[in-house]
Every structure is written in structure tokens, then in C-alpha cells.
């Protein structure tokens, strides 16, 4: 591994045990990797191998029980949740399955509200930057359509340029493709190739295996431990992929 | 996150549910109006009460007969109610009492009063000259009776404007007409202006006023009188014409250092005063039984920001996903909730004060919005808007974004 790149995420023997009435239930077991600046890692596992709570914690949205992590150099487990609202605002890029995009509202105004919460950013500013967003996702002609009028990929485009709009360390997906149809899928994960091309760090979380094959790394997660992280050395083009897909009969 | 931005959310929040908004606005609304109907009626009236007391003039000072009636008893010693006689009055008279400038004893009798085949039941006032001054009253046909008319207990009197359309129907000049009280007949010299119904709902014209001799020796037959009408010299000076004419008449009636006074002495100025406080205090009960329905329309406020704060949850994880801390969101929820009751206390505000418009030219009731009362308005607004936005709000800031964003 190269050691002189920039490390993003750090964890240490992170372990998170939930309290499920009188059982304590141990969702992370010691989880320690690294994750280097411009990569694209594949976060996979079943149901209940604690993909979620790992998410979480990378996420700052919780604090591990014991362990340590760093992320971009800050440690996250002394923080408050105030302290971990900003550094979520700063630091990460939330893309999640559902879009989670705000009702009866333009594709502006929601890549606009993380910015919303940076007081150093005036509207203008803020416009200004939700744009480049959105032209980034290619939907530079989608400005002002409202959440409702668009598609799920268009929906799930808004969401990403969302999380890209505060330029963060790392951009978070949670299952962001599973909504989508397969073309819409492919058509998502070129996106973030593109992104993972122009030097972003992307964490994907997800239980769908064909998704690694377009990622650099994937680690697997079985029972609260990694039980795989591998290198991955012949990414798959998405692009290609889109382009060899049936074409649907209607067109 | 700014100031600026979270009235934005808030009225895009309140805007993309404006029915609710505007069900749980109308508490607030007809809360707010209620109270400033109520106000505007109850200083409405105290404003009359108090104009038309003034008119009557506000410098009147009153001598009454007897203790301090205040102090109730049994029932007063028939003698304690003929203290103030013809004597006490000439001796006040002929003393040159420095704040007083006009006074007048006081005979009353009421019964019928006829003229042909008219009649109608009224009262005599046995009054002197001077009464006009002190009632500011103006004789508008014909004269006021004489000092001489009084020397002479002469049968002459002048009539109020009531009593002369009573007896006189037909329009014709009631001066020099005889009429009869109580089968005496008296001479009719004048007509007094008219001065309508005065704030208690009684007719001010509706009298016969003759010379105090006359009513004293040819209708009732007795020698006190029933009280005397003074007026100070300024309405600033009541109080010392009020100690001039108490040393005066406790002289005269040689009362001891330590015996209470016989007659009572009030001023229009005190009437007035407690005549306020009671339209206050009429005042107060209205208000504050409005004010129970704002507090009303403030639950109404709390039950639909806890509904929205629900509906909502998926809103509120993704804002902490992005950034927002509990503090955020709380003013969020607490700006939705003011600007709901504030919006509403806007329309309440407007709405009562036409409401109160409407009230005064339909039912001729007396009203007047105090400014006070509608910055108290928007004040109280605010607070219920805090108040009851609180809960909701804390709730809100209080939701753990993992679960929040999951919630379905």
C-alpha cells in the first residue's frame, strides 16, 4: 500500500455494542482500516454484519463504545453532537438510498441546504455553488425543477450533487443505487466513477457484490469484523457497461 | 445557520400546509380579536362615562345629607337625612368661601305633570339660579326664572326638552303656558337645551327645574334640603373647596373635633374615578375571559407543531445529516410556531379592530383600541408562540438523526 497518500478515515479497533434490553448486542467487533485520499471503497455485507453501524460511525451520526477514529485527523469520539453536526456539515457528503431530497423543493434548494447550516457562505455564494453542483451531475438544465417533477436517477443525481456541494473528505452512499432500475444504476455508478476519476474519496456501503467490480477496494464485513479487504487491481468501467446493456424495447 | 434563512424554512413550511397552518392560526385569531373587541368596548364605554360625567362638569362638588353612606348600618336615623338646612345654605352663602363659585340646595319631588290632556310623569328640581352654571345647562327658548322668582317662591319653572314634547305635541310654544306638578300650577318661562341620555340610560331632559323656595314650601312642605350642588372654582381646586365647605359646615353645625361629619362631601371627579374603576374592572373580566381561548388556541398551536415535527422526522435527520445541530432545528420549529401565532395575532389585530368598528355603528356602542393593547397583543403572541412552540421544538432537536432519516 502506498503509505505517502493522504489518509481520509482512520479507525482503530472500533467496536460499537448496542443495549437490547438486558443483552448487549455487539454490532462492531474491533474494525481497523484505513481509508486513503481518491479512493473508491466498496463497504459490503449481509444484513446484520454491521454495515450500518459502521456506516454510522463514519458518518459521525454515532460514536463507537471503544476504538478510535480519525477522520481527516480529528478524532470523533469526544465529540459532541454539535461538535459532529459540523464536521459532518464540512467534512461528508451523505448520498442515501431514498434521496432523502426535500419535498416541494427545487434541485437548487436542496443542493443548497448543507450550506444552509455554513455560516460562511452568503445566498449568493451558496446559489453560486449549489450550480457548479448540479452542472457537475449533469443537470445544469434541472435548476429550478422541483423534487417531484423529476426522476428517481435525476432525484438521486440532486442528492449527489448535494453532497459534493460542501466539497467534503469523504462523500457517503448508502445503498444509493438500490431504488434505481439497472440502467439508472449504471448511469449512477458512472457518476461516481467520474467523481472517483476527478480525485474524490467515495465510501459506498452496499449488499449488491456486482458494485465492487467498479470500485478500487471493497471490504467485507461479516458479523461485526472485516472478513475481506481487498485491492481491487482491474476496475470495471460503468460507462462500458451502460453501453453494452439491451436497449430498452420502447425507445 | 442564519436568522434569515429559518423565516425562509419557516414560511415555506407554513405555505406548503396552509390549511393546517391557517386551522391552528384561527385559534390565535379569534383569541386576539376577542380581546381587542372586549378592550376596545370596555375603554370605549369608560371614555363615554367618563365624557359624560365631564359635561355634567367636573368640577361639581356634592353635599349630601348623613354619614358616609358607604359605611351602610341598619338603616339611618331619619333626622341624620334633614342636616342640611335652609340656614347651613344661607351661611355658606354669605361667607365668602374662596374656591367655590357657584351653589345651588337641592329640593326633589317626583309625580305627574299635566298640561291639558297631556301628561307625564317627571321630577321637579328645586334649584337656585345658579344651577345652570353649575350643570352647565343652557336655556335655549325663553328665560331662566329670577333671584327674585325665588324670594317670592313664585309658581314659574323651566322645562326640559322631554317634558315640553310630552305636553306640548302638537309643537306649540310651551313659554307662558301653565302646567301643572302635582296639581300646582306652574308657569312655564323656559326651555332647557337639550342634552339627551346621559351613559346610565337616563333621559337628562326629562325635568322641571323651579325656584328651591317654591318646591320647599308649596310642594313638599319641609325645610332641608336634599343635598347642595356646589362647583369649584377649577377642577384643580375641588379638594380645598372640599376642606373650605367642610370646616364651614362642621362649624356651623358645631359638630365636636371628634364627631364624624353629618353630611358627605363628594366630588365629580371621585364618581368619575370610581366609575372608571368599575368599567375597569368590567374590563378586566371580559379580557381575561378572552384571554382563556388564547390559551386555547396556544394547545391548538403545540398539537399541530408536535404533528408536524412527526411528519416531518425524515426532514429533521436529513437536516442533522447535513449539518444541522439540535439548535438549528429547534429554532426552526420555534420560528414556525411564533410566526403562526404572530401572523395570527396580525389578522386577530385587524379583525377586532373591524369587528370593533362594526360593533360601534351597528349597536352605537362606545369603542376605543388602545395602542397598548395591541403591542400587549403581539407581545402575548410571541410568548404563546415560544411557550407552547417550546416543547415541540425540543423535541425535535432531541431526535437521533440515524433513526430520524430511516423513519418511514
Excluded at chain 2, 439540535?326 to 404572530?342: N, P, T, V
Aim: some cysteine.
Amino acid at each position: 500500500m502506498e503509505e505517502n497518500r493522504k489518509v481520509v478515515i482512520e479507525l482503530q479497533n472500533v467496536k460499537r455494542d448496542f443495549k437490547v434490553g438486558s443483552e448487549t448486542v455487539h454490532a462492531l467487533r474491533g474494525v481497523s482500516f484505513k481509508i486513503y485520499e481518491g479512493e473508491f471503497v466498496t463497504i459490503m455485507g449481509t444484513s446484520g454484519s454491521g454495515k450500518s453501524t459502521l456506516l454510522n460511525q463514519l458518518g459521525c451520526l454515532d460514536t463507537p463504545t471503544s476504538g478510535e477514529y480519525y477522520l481527516d485527523g480529528t478524532s470523533v469520539r469526544e465529540m459532541s453532537k454539535s461538535q459532529r453536526a459540523r464536521l459532518r456539515n464540512r467534512k461528508i457528503g451523505f448520498v442515501f438510498q431514498n434521496y432523502n431530497l426535500l419535498a416541494k423543493t427545487t434541485a437548487v434548494e436542496n443542493v443548497e441546504l448543507p450550506l444552509m447550516y455554513n455560516s460562511s457562505y452568503n445566498a449568493s455564494q451558496r446559489r453560486e455553488a449549489a450550480i457548479k453542483a448540479l452542472e457537475a451531475v449533469g443537470l445544469a438544465d434541472r435548476l429550478e425543477h422541483k423534487s417531484n417533477q423529476m426522476s428517481g436517477g435525476q432525484m438521486q443525481r440532486v442528492a449527489i450533487a448535494r453532497a459534493l456541494v460542501n466539497n467534503p473528505a469523504v462523500i457517503l452512499a448508502d445503498e444509493a443505487t438500490g431504488n434505481l432500475d439497472t440502467r439508472t444504476s449504471f448511469e449512477v455508478l458512472v457518476l461516481f466513477q467520474k467523481l472517483h476519476a476527478e480525485g474524490r474519496t467515495i465510501i459506498f456501503v452496499t449488499h449488491n457484490p456486482e458494485i465492487a467490480q467498479y470500485s478500487s477496494r471493497n471490504i467485507m464485513l461479516r458479523d461485526g469484523k472485516i472478513r475481506e479487504d481487498v485491492i481491487n487491481n482491474n476496475i470495471l468501467s460503468a460507462a462500458e457497461a451502460l453501453a453494452n446493456l439491451p436497449k430498452p424495447q420502447d425507445d | 445557520m442564519n436568522f434569515l434563512n429559518l423565516i425562509k424554512i419557516a414560511i415555506k413550511a407554513i405555505r406548503s400546509n396552509r390549511f393546517r397552518s391557517f386551522l391552528s392560526m384561527l385559534g390565535i385569531i379569534i383569541g386576539v380579536a376577542a380581546v381587542i373587541i372586549m378592550m376596545a368596548i370596555g375603554q370605549g364605554s369608560k371614555e363615554s362615562v367618563r365624557q359624560n360625567i365631564s359635561q355634567m362638569g367636573t368640577n361639581i362638588i356634592m353635599i349630601q345629607p348623613g354619614t358616609d353612606m358607604m359605611r351602610g348600618g341598619v338603616r339611618p336615623d331619619p333626622s341624620s337625612m334633614q342636616t342640611l338646612k335652609l340656614e347651613d345654605y344661607n351661611a355658606l352663602l354669605e361667607s365668602d368661601l374662596q374656591f367655590v363659585s357657584h351653589m345651588s340646595p337641592e329640593v326633589t319631588a317626583s309625580g305627574q305633570c299635566i298640561y291639558g290632556a297631556n301628561n307625564t310623569s317627571t321630577t321637579v328640581y328645586g334649584e337656585s339660579v345658579e344651577y345652570l352654571d353649575i350643570r352647565q345647562l343652557e336655556v335655549t327658548d325663553g328665560e331662566m326664572f329670577t333671584n327674585d322668582d325665588i324670594k317670592k317662591s313664585s309658581k314659574v319653572c323651566v322645562i326640559g326638552k322631554t317634558v315640553a314634547t310630552q305636553l306640548f305635541p302638537d309643537g306649540s310654544d310651551p313659554i307662558g303656558k301653565t302646567i301643572r306638578f302635582k296639581s300646582i300650577p306652574f308657569k312655564v318661562v323656559g326651555v332647557l337645551k337639550s342634552k339627551g341620555y346621559n351613559s346610565f340610560g337616563m333621559d337628562q331632559d326629562n325635568l322641571l327645574i323651579a325656584p328651591y323656595t317654591t318646591v320647599m314650601k308649596r310642594i313638599q312642605a319641609q325645610t332641608y334640603f336634599s343635598s347642595i350642588n356646589c362647583s369649584a372654582l377649577t377642577e384643580e381646586v375641588t379638594d380645598y373647596a372640599i376642606d373650605e365647605l367642610t370646616a364651614k359646615l362642621r362649624a356651623l353645625h358645631k359638630l365636636k373635633d371628634f364627631a364624624e361629619d353629618d353630611f358627605t362631601i363628594r366630588s365629580q371627579q371621585e364618581m368619575m374615578d370610581t366609575m372608571s374603576s368599575t368599567m375597569d374592572m368590567i374590563t378586566i373580566i371580559l379580557v381575561v375571559a378572552a384571554a382563556f381561548s388564547l390559551l386555547v388556541a396556544g394547545i391548538g398551536i403545540m398539537n399541530i407543531m408536535l404533528v408536524s415535527v412527526t411528519e416531518r422526522t425524515k426532514e429533521i435527520g436529513l437536516r442533522m445529516s447535513v449539518g444541522a445541530r439540535g439548535f438549528d432545528i429547534s429554532c426552526q420549529f420555534l420560528i414556525e410556531s411564533i410566526m403562526i401565532s404572530l401572523t395570527g395575532g396580525i389578522i386577530g389585530v385587524l379583525v377586532g379592530y373591524f369587528a370593533s368598528i362594526l360593533c360601534s355603528t351597528l349597536f352605537m356602542l362606545p369603542t376605543s383600541i388602545p395602542l397598548w393593547a395591541i403591542v400587549v397583543s403581539f407581545i402575548v403572541c410571541t410568548v404563546i408562540g415560544i411557550g407552547f412552540g417550546y416543547f415541540p421544538a425540543r423535541k425535535a432537536a432531541m431526535m437521533d438523526p440515524i433513526e430520524a432519516i430511516r423513519y418511514e
